[in-house]
């Protein structure tokens, strides 16, 4: 699955750096009904979780009202060089994920 | 006497002075539905929900309801010992309350979050920040939704 990932690949030591994060997926409400009135069933990411070197720093429980392709932006400091990894989970055993690398200063 | 076209005027142009003061002053963030309040009691329990510290950007009014950019930023140092630990959005009239949870901590430098959600109708947006001292944090804004998402018919 194809996630667009916005780390900045080099950070001075402490620096409040911006992660974006947009991943491909339709995020299937489960409200909506199909021209003959059956309902279309719920398909959506449920959880998104962002971990520095390991360590978790940024978790998302996401519902059917983000929008489709999910975008998420969130911050943190950078404490050392080393790789942020990704993980989108969701329904019907969806799972994706995707990593970036810094180097701090 | 009758209703002359001026007078008409006059009584319709006051009207609609004294019934917009209602709305746009005296409106109390808690008035809200059943379902919202219900949904804001199982994040922030019994504990009082103050307002303030708590931004919340997004276009109050939007063409289309399927994506719309929102930042949520809380005024807070975020240190070791004062940081925020989550930010929980909400909507009033989406078939569901509930938009994203948000867990973050003192790491993250600067509290703020970014997302593009879905708004089924014109509507309040509530967004709320749990402190590290577990103090809770709201702030409700009403966006203005002309093409509706969420529950249209699928082509």
Redesign the interface.
């Known amino acids: 699955m194809a996630a667009l990932i916005n780390v900045p690949a080099k950070a001075k030591r402490g620096e409040?750096?911006e992660i974006g994060t947009l991943t491909s997926h339709i995020m299937e409400?489960g409200?909506?009904?199909?021209?003959d009135g059956r309902l279309?069933p719920r398909d959506i990411i449920t959880s998104f979780i962002c971990r520095?070197n390991g360590?978790e720093?940024?978790?998302?429980?996401?519902?059917?009202?983000?929008?489709?392709n999910?975008?998420?932006?969130?911050?943190?400091?950078a404490?050392e060089s080393g790789k942020f990894e990704f993980e989108w989970v969701g329904d019907n055993g969806y799972s994706s994920t995707a990593s970036a690398s810094i180097v701090v200063e | 006497m009758p209703t002359t076209r001026r007078r008409f005027l006059s009584l319709a142009g006051g009207m609609t002075a004294a019934g917009a003061i209602p709305i746009v002053t005296l409106r109390p963030v808690e008035a809200t539905p059943a379902m919202l309040t219900a949904a804001i009691r199982n994040v922030v329990g019994e504990a009082q929900l103050r307002t303030g510290k708590v931004k919340l950007d997004i276009p109050p009014l939007v063409e289309n309801g399927?994506?719309?950019p929102m930042t949520v930023s809380v005024a807070s140092p975020m240190t070791a010992d004062d940081y925020v630990k989550s930010i929980h959005i909400f909507?009033e009239k989406?078939?569901?309350p509930?938009?994203?949870?948000?867990?973050?901590?003192p790491?993250?430098?600067?509290?703020?979050?970014?997302?593009?959600?879905?708004?089924a109708d014109t509507q309040k947006v509530v967004a709320i920040a749990r402190l590290s001292d577990d103090t809770f944090w709201q702030v409700a804004t009403e966006v203005v939704v002309t093409l509706a998402?969420?529950?249209?018919?699928?082509?």
């Open positions: 409040i750096i409400t409200f909506r009904h199909t021209a279309v520095y360590a720093i940024f978790r998302a429980d996401l519902f059917p009202a983000i929008a489709a999910p975008y998420l932006s969130f911050f943190t400091v404490k | 399927n994506t719309v909507n989406n078939p569901q509930n938009i994203g949870n948000f867990h973050l901590g790491a993250a430098g600067r509290a703020q979050v970014s997302t593009r959600i879905r708004l998402a969420c529950t249209e018919e699928m082509n």
